[in-house]
């Protein structure tokens, strides 16, 4: 199955800016015969699904029960994502639709997702994470060591906290984040967390306020985030 070609260019985009977080699925789009990764495309789900890491699974529709990739792979779900997925070694993520509030998606290892449209749902992280939103975020991120980077081209209203240790967070959100949101963020003691915002609650600029951040900076942890329009 043919991604929609809106689809594509916007993972291509995203690919380039996150540093090739999704070229599986690019490659697959670009060469359908390349070989390297064993393809399949399913247009039911019966039941919970178990694939490999040189697997690509291509999920016609929503997905609405488990899919798991203990060892890695490669999923495109071409409508929302209504179930878990529970992912490990080198994963690739490509979801057409929303992340539902029911769903979650765990990962172990090094995981790259790309969500075309909102993430209303769980995403864990143990170890490296790298999230791309099209749409809003307002579901809760938990983020694992060494380091998580989040994309929003929308608003971000969620929670983002540490699954067990905080390291280095990075997010990037094109719309609007309350003064709030970020705060809380920078509350939960990550060693570096930097944010650009579009829009935010206060006027555009850099934050937090210089008696916050010699506070964080005395616990070493180091925050910066900037706002860069006016509401």
Not at 11 to 39: C, Y
Not at 78 to 103: F, K, M, R
Not at 111 to 127: L, T
């Amino acid at each position: 199955m043919q991604a929609d070609t809106d689809l594509i260019v916007r993972v291509a985009r995203a690919d380039v800016l996150t540093e090739m977080a999704f070229s599986r699925s690019l490659g697959h789009w670009q060469d359908p015969d390349e070989r390297g990764i064993r393809w399949k495309a399913i247009s039911e789900m019966p039941s919970d699904i178990l694939i490999g890491s040189d697997d690509g699974i291509i999920i016609e529709g929503a997905c609405n029960h488990c899919v798991s990739a203990p060892d890695g792979g490669t999923i495109v779900v071409s409508g929302d994502l209504e179930a878990q997925l529970d992912l490990g070694g080198i994963s690739e993520v490509i979801i057409s639709g929303h992340v539902a509030p029911n769903a979650r998606i765990t990962s172990t290892g090094i995981c790259h997702v790309f969500v075309n449209g909102d993430v209303r749902g769980n995403v864990s992280s143990k170890d490296s994470l790298k999230l791309w939103v099209e749409g809003s975020f307002s579901g809760e991120l938990l983020t694992g060591s060494p380091s998580t980077h989040l994309w929003v081209s929308g608003d971000m209203d969620g929670h983002v906290r540490p699954r067990s240790k905080a390291s280095l967070l990075w997010i990037f959100v094109d719309g609007y984040v309350h003064e709030d949101v970020l705060s809380r963020i920078a509350d939960h003691g990550y060693t570096t967390f930097n944010a650009s915002v579009g829009k935010s609650n206060v006027p555009k600029g850099v934050y937090p306020s210089p008696n916050k951040y010699r506070q964080l900076a005395q616990q070493r942890s180091f925050n910066r985030w900037s706002v860069s329009r006016e509401s």
